[in-house]
């Protein structure tokens, strides 16, 4: 390790050059002239105005009014009061800024200049600079400069994105280089084409700097808008597209006309890059300004029109041949909604083979009438290609709705109820869509090793694959058994040791190919799989294969006992396995990367990243440079810059991609001037995805702060508060940095910024931020309504158009107060284009909903009129709407839409760095916790939120019963007697399992297939069916909806009319819709039980048993009762059928369909409270299943639950849902069950910790259950006594077991069963436990360890080593703490601070340091006896925590209270004539005196975040030499007092004046 880091300190020298290589520079000039280009500079903000306009910051106040000034005042007030309590911003000093500029100085002045030659560094930048020149230049300097050292330095638009192409993490240089190009127009101009429109057109495509570009197109070169171009000025189609939605919405006809956009949107190859959501603008405007042309040459601008809602695509393509349609949905990857609508008008086509070809691409996204239409028309002379189905849909782990598997596989088979040998070879890899009884089932003799390859897939469930290796016949050769890797999983844990007598191939013995299998199949392996694999090739882990394999696929398990020594000495073999991994597998590289301990990255960049001489970190390698880039390169910028090559090429240990590993004492020695592309680096490597940890974050904070200091110091300009500091961001500044680092400011630091121009730019970031974010940084509620409110006004007063307002507003339009009407238009702009799926996961109060689904309805109709595609848009928006607008929505589009509602919901994710919890939290519990200030999910705002919530996941749950109506026909049978509660009295009702709709819909699909088979008398009869049946229902509805059919006639038409108007009345009464749904039953029951009997159809033939049938048969239809069912008899008319005129098929299929409109629009999507799930309706839910009750659950038959117990294992709950759902399974599939098998302990999955916290007992605990104990131990802390229990006394707990146990190790009370070296050789492991244990078990544990802790942590010499020892650094003695730098309190975890049994036995100092999220677990025994500058160093490092602050405040008045008691009480004994003088050393000794009366205690209540506290407040005591005090255990009062203070007070009068 040590030789590494000295050879690069080495190399990192010499690159810098010896003194006779550099060129002189002289500071004090320097700094006027950086003086100088600031103050004649034109920023990058909307407006482009020079600097000096609001520079000295005073002329910004000088253009307020006296009103406007007075209340600026005010608010700065706030703010500097908020920040000063609740927020750790260093002071800087003029000391402090001057040691900035001379390391900027510095960091130019040491630049080796031997090639090309410079000698005065002042004479050189006075002028225009050459390329090479300019990569002499230290990277912040050519940021902080580009103004200057850009100009005419490089004169090639097309060079220019080369370097932009260079470093696509670089948002910053991004937008320097922009600004550079639009004010050099000119000059890049070479009168042929834009030199702005080259750079754009060479600018690579990237999804996550998209963003970025469409905002310079839109905001600031206003390439849409005809007075911002340069005469003569014209973009290509290739730059247009790449305008945002707000961009496009406001092109003009003038400017669509001038520019030729009619003719430049024909390019199909470009526009059809953009998602649907990117081209629905382009659709707008050219719908606007071309209209009928869209249609009279729709193949040129098809691209355009296939992102149109579906009645205008409708509507556009009425004259488009089939055969054109078809070749659109061979072309064209689109949403599945547009697929089942083209497909509808295809599907007759005569082409049978084109047909097929399609359906085999498109089949996937078809809807599932679709498909069952096709499956019973189209697919039989197909069968013989049904593998290329299987291929193509189930081969491997993509995503495929389970419904569509479902049913596919359900058609494979020839008797459902018996699945056979040649059923399996049928199904191949749709065997994944039986459930685990339908495996059960099969004959063992059918399961061949053969047969097992052909229909083992990733898409089985582990269950399902233990299931056929257990059943499958064993298979022999040379006495190993051969098993499919997918099924290694499956094996016993002795296998894995190499203990069992069962010998498997490749696996036991273990052999370099079962290693790579295994490893490829290691995310399915639990625990203590694992842990025996992980010893198995312990001697094999640094193999450059073996971690190649372990780094393409899941390199977190293998490396989680590997300790941070070892980690940093292995680096360069690390660096050669991703070599190795090779450059198609970088990217799967780099995601795992990010899942790997945090402690090992930290360790990756203090072995790879040289400090140099000055104790700066070498940015250059710490972000993986391109050569091209860095100083002295040569003027080819055409390199390779992929990291492979990059890493080959310059020897680098690619420390770029452990850049979430950085600690604060590095970010500390990152040059102030280039923290902006580090920030920049991180957040692309980051993705869209990933959260900066809080720690990070505040560090990130401190160093941007930093450079803003520089810059001041560079450019003279006098800062005085936060607000002036935050005023010298650029927007190239602001969009590098991000909302989630500008969040940490909070709304009244961020709503003060003096410069208007950067408050607007940074509150427009702030809107970008996904609704997740806040709830990991210091926005409130409050915070962030303040903000919204103060865009929308600015935007407002900008007079702004309606579409900027919504763009702008974007994520924060939700928590505007002031009503808004938007045209329907701008909303549907706004969903459709400007929301993205995370950003539509709302979190607003119940009083926002209200407005916001006011706004829906306003942009899209009631919801009666939605269809699917109208509910894809919305998504998780739906969160918003009422129950009877979700009840509502018309079920077919229910049905089609569902699959991308369940798969595209953000609220079932999970989100880490929740404060006040260790573990990750649900979306949707996270939310609910914001909203109430972190003071639990029981608050009104938050239950409210969570029943919106549940409301919207259970109609979820009511479209997947609706989605699988046919896959559950095929399991139906009649269902036993229930008690059902009606209004107030009980009624025996009998609740058959049988979905009529579907069962209807194949009695009317077989008279339409034998209808023209039926004599004509079977024909008059089944017509006269339908009909009678159609007046009954029509007549019935006419009368429930208080009409008279006798005095009133309407046409069939008309009653479909009235019943749809009705059903959208919101104020219908309950029992008139109750009426309607059960006519609409009657409807459905009285046609199956005619036709059945004409048709003479069998109970095989409709898929149900006989006894179904049968149940049918007893039903009453159209029988009105007294009070519940309304009995109604029409007498039958005798029809003499031999005089019936004969009606052709296609009038028979008219008449079925308005009968089968008018049930259905009299029928609604059914209540989920009343329906019968099934384990298809829950795998067809997603997420949403984690809203099921206790009485579904119980409705549920025990085969169904028991089929999806594995599935109900791995969903996650939400604190409140996760004990109902585990009660009821339990009382459901193990009421009478003494103790689990260890095999259903592991499918139980993530409700063990429910299960382990009801009853313990319920659990195997045996030894031989280790492996379903390790899944209970990666879960809960909770079972190891339980454990402990079932082995001998004597014995200590094995490496093996210890690993199995994971978190159970936390309840371990006593050393007898731990052996002291095995537990310092597992140290990093126990370290990464986030154990909570009581101080006595802390102390056991220190004693233990102590010997095998490493100085590196216990000093605070290496940040890696602190995060090693996890929460361990929690148990440490008291006076340890006084040797840890405060700089690395920041990386104690939040279990080290949970762990320490009081805080103070850390400094003021120390106390400032630790993370938002460490403090956030903070508890009120751990801060009596804290001084007042511990309390308020502890107050402003939990400031992001309202609930936790709120606590801290009231101690802190107590203490003033106290003080001003005593200070009384004194000047009282004096006379009154002298004032006493305290020090703030004083005011940290006082605590209880009991002479001295106890302040009446207030009851805590959440303060206003913007709302000063009506104290001043010292600055807390960041002495080094501060003592820890010794009272951390007392129970008495919260503060202790020295009786020395007294005498204190007779001397001093200082603080008595402020006071």
Avoid at 608 to 634: C, Q
């Amino acid at each position: 390790e040590m030789g590494l880091l000295t050879y690069m300190a080495l190399v990192a020298v010499l690159v810098r050059g010896s003194t006779s290589d550099l060129a002189k520079l002289d500071a004090p000039v320097m700094k006027d002239f950086i003086k100088y280009l600031f103050n004649t500079g034109r920023n990058d903000f909307s407006s482009g105005q020079l600097n000096s306009e609001f520079f000295p910051l005073e002329k910004v106040l000088e253009d307020m009014t006296a009103d406007e000034k007075s209340a600026y005042s005010d608010k700065l007030s706030m703010a500097q009061d908020f920040n000063a309590k609740y927020r750790v911003l260093d002071n800087f000093t003029a000391e402090d800024r001057d040691e900035l500029v001379d390391e900027f100085m510095h960091a130019l002045q040491s630049q080796d200049v031997r090639s090309p030659a410079v000698s005065d560094w002042n004479e050189i930048l006075d002028r225009d600079l050459t390329r090479s020149v300019l990569f002499l230049l230290p990277p912040g300097w050519r940021y902080l400069l580009a103004d200057r050292v850009f100009k005419k330095t490089i004169d090639d638009p097309v060079k220019w994105a080369i370097l932009v192409n260079l470093q696509p993490s670089n948002v910053g240089f991004l937008y320097k280089t922009a600004q550079h190009l639009r004010l050099e127009h000119d000059y890049f101009n070479d009168g042929q084409e834009s030199g702005e429109d080259l750079f754009m057109r060479s600018v690579s495509w990237n999804k996550l700097v998209e963003p970025y570009i469409g905002h310079i197109l839109s905001q600031r070169w206003k390439i849409q808008i005809e007075s911002s171009l340069k005469t003569n000025e014209d973009f290509s189609i290739a730059t247009l597209v790449r305008l945002p939605a707000c961009g496009v919405s406001s092109i003009t006809k003038a400017y669509f006309d001038n520019h030729g956009l009619a003719e430049k949107l024909k390019r199909g190859s470009v526009l059809s890059q953009l998602s649907e959501a990117r081209l629905y603008p382009w659709f707008v405007i050219s719908n606007r300004y071309m209209g009928e042309k869209l249609k009279t040459d729709f193949l040129n601008y098809r691209h355009i029109v296939l992102s149109a809602p579906l009645d205008a695509m409708n509507n556009i393509m009425a004259d488009t041949t089939t055969e054109q349609k078809m070749e659109i949905l061979n072309s064209f990857n689109l949403n599945p909604i547009k697929v089942q609508e083209l497909w509808s008008q295809v599907v007759d086509s005569d082409d049978d083979e084109s047909l097929a070809k399609l359906f085999f691409k498109v089949g996937h996204k078809l809807d599932i009438d679709q498909l069952a239409a096709f499956y019973k028309h189209k697919f039989t002379h197909l069968y013989s290609s049904r593998h290329e189905l299987e291929a193509m849909w189930v081969a491997d782990d993509s995503y495929l709705p389970w419904s569509h598997v479902k049913f596919v596989a359900d058609h494979h088979i020839n008797n459902p109820g018996v699945i056979g040998q040649t059923d399996l070879i049928n199904l191949g890899k749709f065997v994944a869509a039986l459930s685990p009884s339908e495996l059960e089932a099969i004959d063992d003799s059918y399961l061949t090793f053969d047969t097992v390859r052909l229909i083992v897939s990733p898409k089985m469930s582990l269950r399902q694959l233990c299931i056929i290796h257990e059943k499958m016949l064993i298979e022999e050769i040379n006495g190993e058994r051969e098993v499919l890797e997918d099924m290694y999983p499956c094996l016993d844990l002795k296998i894995f040791g190499q203990t069992s007598h069962v010998r498997v191939k490749n696996v036991n013995p273990l052999t370099d190919e079962g290693i790579k299998q295994l490893i490829k199949v290691s995310k399915r392996l639990n625990p203590a799989q694992i842990a025996v694999f992980r010893e198995q090739i312990s001697d094999k882990l640094w193999d450059i294969d073996v971690m190649s394999d372990i780094l393409i696929h899941n390199p977190a398990p293998f490396f989680a006992n590997v300790g941070t020594k070892e980690f940093k000495s292995k680096i360069v073999d690390l660096r050669d396995a991703i070599i190795r991994a090779g450059i198609e597998n970088l990217p799967a590289i780099i995601e795992n990367v990010k899942s790997m301990p945090k402690r090992l990255l930290t360790a990756w960049l203090e072995a790879a990243v040289p400090v140099f001489e000055t104790g700066k970190l070498d940015v250059n390698v710490l972000l993986d440079r391109p050569a091209s880039l860095r100083a002295h390169s040569t003027d080819d910028s055409n390199v390779e810059i992929d990291l492979i090559s990059h890493a080959e090429n310059l020897d680098a240990m690619l420390p770029s991609l452990a850049l979430s590993g950085l600690s604060c004492d590095m970010i500390d020695k990152i040059p102030a001037e280039e923290i902006i592309e580090v920030i920049s680096t991180i957040r692309y490597r980051n993705g869209e995805d990933d959260l900066i940890p809080s720690n990070t974050r505040k560090c990130l904070v401190n160093s941007v702060r930093q450079y803003l200091e520089l810059k001041a110091a560079l450019y003279d300009v006098e800062i005085s508060n936060e607000m002036e500091l935050l005023s010298l961001v650029t927007t190239a500044d602001i969009r590098a940095i991000g909302p989630e680092i500008l969040l940490t400011w909070g709304s009244q630091t961020l709503t003060t910024i003096t410069h208007p121009e950067v408050r607007m730019e940074v509150l427009l970031t702030i809107a970008t931020a996904y609704p997740h974010l806040y709830f990991h940084t210091g926005a409130t509620l409050q915070g962030i309504t303040e903000m919204a409110n103060h865009l929308f006004t600015l935007l407002k007063d900008a007079k702004k158009s309606e579409v900027d307002i919504v763009v702008g507003m974007k994520n924060l339009l939700p928590f505007v107060s002031a009503e808004f009407d938007f045209d329907p238009s701008t909303v549907q702009l706004y969903v459709k284009s400007i929301l993205d799926l995370k950003s539509k996961a709302v979190c607003m109060p119940s009083s926002h909903r209200e407005k916001y689904r006011r706004m829906i309805i306003s942009g899209f109709d009631s919801s009666d009129t939605w269809d699917s595609l109208d509910l894809v848009d919305l998504g998780d928006l739906l969160l918003t709407m009422t129950k009877d607008d979700l009840m509502k929505i018309p079920s077919t589009s229910v049905r089609k839409a569902l699959p991308q509602l369940v798969s595209g919901s953000v609220y079932g994710s999970t989100l880490p760095e929740i404060r006040g919890f260790l573990e990750p939290q649900i979306y949707t519990d996270a939310c609910a916790l914001w909203l109430n200030d972190g003071y639990g999910l029981e608050r009104s705002e938050g239950i409210d939120y969570l029943k919106a919530w549940q409301l919207l996941a259970r109609w979820h749950l009511s479209g997947a019963h609706l989605l699988n109506t046919r896959n559950n026909l095929r399991n139906s049978q009649a269902t036993p007697r229930r008690i059902v509660k009606r209004q107030t009295e009980l009624t025996i009702e009998e609740v058959p399992d049988i979905d009529y709709r579907i069962l209807h819909s194949k009695v009317m699909n077989f008279l339409q297939d034998r209808y023209s088979t039926l004599s004509t008398e079977e024909a008059a009869k089944a017509v006269f069916i339908i009909s009678q049946t159609q007046e009954l229902l029509g007549n019935g509805s006419l009368v429930a909806m208080g009409y008279d059919p006798e005095k009133e006639k309407f046409t069939q038409v008309e009653v479909l009319e009235l019943i749809k108007q009705y059903r959208s009345d919101e104020t219908k009464p309950q029992d008139v819709e109750d009426k309607l749904n059960q006519l609409a039953l009657d409807s459905q029951v009285r046609l199956i039980q005619k036709l059945v009997k004409l048709l003479n159809l069998s109970p095989a033939e409709l898929g149900i048993s006989s006894e179904s049938i049968d149940h049918v048969n007893s039903l009453s239809t159209f029988a009105e009762e007294e009070e519940f069912v309304a009995t109604v008899k029409y007498e039958e008319v005798d029809i003499d059928v031999t005089k019936a005129e004969p009606v052709s098929n296609e009038d028979l299929a008219k008449e079925i369909s308005v009968l089968e409109q008018e049930i259905f629009a009299a029928s609604i999507l059914k209540n989920p409270d009343t329906i019968l799930l099934t384990c298809n309706d829950l795998l067809s839910a997603g997420m949403s299943t984690t809203a099921l009750t206790a009485g579904d659950i119980d409705r549920m038959s025990v085969k169904e639950l028991k089929n999806c117990m594995e599935y109900l294992g791995t969903l996650r709950y939400g604190t409140r849902q996760l004990p109902i759902i585990w009660k009821a399974v339990h009382k459901k599939l193990f009421k009478d069950v003494e103790k689990v098998t260890p095999r259903d302990m592991i499918y139980l999955g993530n409700l063990l910790p429910a299960a382990v916290k009801e009853n313990a007992k319920f659990l195997d605990f045996g030894k031989p259950a280790l492996e379903a104990i390790s899944v209970l131990g990666s879960k809960s802390d909770l079972g190891v006594e339980e454990y402990l229990t079932t082995r001998t006394l004597s014995s200590q707990l094995s490496m093996k077991e210890i690993y199995a146990l994971g978190r159970m190790v936390c309840g371990i009370t006593t050393e007898d069963v731990l052996e002291k070296q095995l537990l310092i050789k597992l140290l990093p492991y126990i370290g990464t436990l986030e154990c909570h244990v009581k101080p006595e078990v802390g102390s056991l544990l220190y004693s233990m360890l102590k010997p095998g802790l490493d100085d590196q942590a216990l000093t605070g010499k290496s940040a890696s080593s602190i995060e090693e020892m996890g929460w361990l650094m929690g148990i440490l003695p008291a006076k340890l703490y006084q040797n840890i730098p405060a700089s690395q309190l920041s990386q104690f975890r939040p279990s080290a601070v949970m762990n320490m049994r009081t805080m103070n036995d850390l400094s003021a100092k120390q106390l400032l340091r630790l993370s938002p999220q460490a403090a956030s677990m903070v508890e009120t025994p751990q801060i009596k006896a804290l001084n007042l500058s511990k309390v308020r160093a502890l107050r402003s490092a939990a400031g992001e925590d309202p609930k936790l602050r709120q606590s801290l405040n009231a101690i802190v008045t107590q203490f003033e209270r106290k003080l001003a008691a005593i200070v009384k009480a004194e000047t009282e004994e004096l006379g009154g004539n002298e004032d006493l003088d305290l020090q703030p050393d004083d005011m940290d000794a006082i605590v209880d005196d009991p002479t001295t009366p106890e302040p009446e205690p207030e009851t805590p209540t959440p303060e206003p975040e913007a709302e000063p506290e009506s104290e001043p407040e010292s600055e807390p005591d960041d002495s080094p030499n501060s003592q820890p005090s010794t009272k951390g255990d007392d129970d008495g009062a919260a503060f202790a007092i020295l009786p020395s203070v007294w005498l204190l007070f007779i001397s001093f009068s200082f603080y008595y004046v402020i006071l």
